[in-house]
């Protein structure tokens, strides 16, 4: 069954440091940048609640149509955001868990700023066979 | 012969588990490479200020990232959301993972509500460093204070850290205070969560 995934990480400082179209749909430019558009909007709410709890997995926090856009939060404050169709709220928790570590690891290279754009191969690679197992 | 181990040979960095490892780095290694990052950054800069600037910003890099490897292993992801959370997590947990210890004690200022204190006897970093008189205050503790602004910043509880010596009467040695100073938002944000 086709889905649609958009998933996203942005930095502390609101700016998006690694994207990637993980759907099984075939990928349209059109609806890229709607999605890119409605997950950058979900930033004000995602801000507002991450203060409210202290569990890192927020859930599903905006509705667009039949998309639902669900967002994990670091403790440095950085966003991983998936924009679906599905509501396999499970998998996308342990997608989520399996990027963080991936992420935690990225981080810890002394050479890789905080807050720039991931460029490795082999992270996207990782990524995009995390998100077909999970999602 | 260097390389040749008994541990599985990872194709790259990413497929590592994040494990705990050995818990210890060896003292003297530590104090060799510190007194060298000290040393390398006195012969760049032209005054005490631009030196400890230059040490915390060293720091701040460590600080961002221990907070987010400590919150994932030590702490089964939760994060922190209030001011008293982050500073005891920096108390006990950040600290037991550094020096091996949790901080000798957490003060919160008494002139100003913004202000907090991390005290330490004898701070690790500046156990084989004296300083000549003629650099004045100047504190190779500042590495430290960026480290805990580095964890506060990633947190985001913006704040100005800064180390000092302060005398204790009967001691040869003075003791380090870590002074923490937050910015406005974090007070206005704690106020307004209750």
């Known amino acids: 069954m086709a889905s649609t995934a958009c998933f996203v990480i942005v930095s502390k400082n609101d700016i998006p440091i690694y994207e990637a179209e993980v759907g099984t749909a075939p990928r349209k430019e059109e609806v890229a940048y709607q999605h890119q558009f409605i997950l950058h909007a979900a930033l004000d709410i995602v801000q507002d609640l991450a203060w409210t709890t202290s569990a890192m997995f927020l859930k599903s926090v905006d509705r667009f149509n039949d998309l639902v856009v669900s967002v994990y939060v670091t403790a440095g404050h950085t966003r991983l955001m998936l924009l679906h169709d599905s509501r396999n709220e499970d998998g996308i928790k342990s997608f989520f868990q399996e990027v963080h570590e991936l992420y935690i690891k990225t981080l810890l290279n002394p050479l890789y700023l905080p807050g720039s754009r991931i460029t490795s191969s082999h992270f996207d690679t990782k990524v995009r066979a995390l998100a077909r197992k999970y999602l | 012969m260097i390389g040749v181990g008994k541990a599985k040979q990872y194709g790259n960095v990413l497929d590592k588990p994040l494990s705990r490892g050995r818990q210890e780095v060896s003292l003297s290694a530590f104090a060799f490479l510190f007194s060298e990052l000290v040393q390398y950054n006195q012969t760049q ?53 550094l020096f091996g210890k949790v901080a000798d004690s957490l003060e919160k200022g008494t002139e100003h509500e913004d202000e907090y204190m991390i005290s330490e006897k004898e701070l690790l970093v500046n156990r084989f460093i004296s300083v000549p008189k003629d650099m004045g205050a100047f504190n190779c503790g500042a590495f430290v204070a960026g480290i805990v602004r580095g964890v506060l910043d990633g947190a985001g509880f913006p704040a100005v850290v800064t180390a000092h010596f302060v005398p204790i009467e009967g001691q040869q040695r003075p003791r380090t205070t870590i002074l923490i100073k937050f910015a406005e938002e974090v007070l206005r944000r704690e106020a307004r969560l209750g």
């Not at chain 2, 030196?51 to 030590?74: I, K, M, P, S, T």
């Open chain 2, 45 to 97: 800069v032209d005054n005490i200020a631009e030196l400890e600037r230059r040490l915390e910003d060293a720091g701040y890099a460590v600080g961002a990232r221990v907070l987010e490897l400590l919150c994932h292993r030590d702490k089964g992801n939760r994060r922190e959301t209030r001011l008293l959370g982050i500073l005891s997590f920096i108390h006990s947990t950040v600290w037991k993972v």
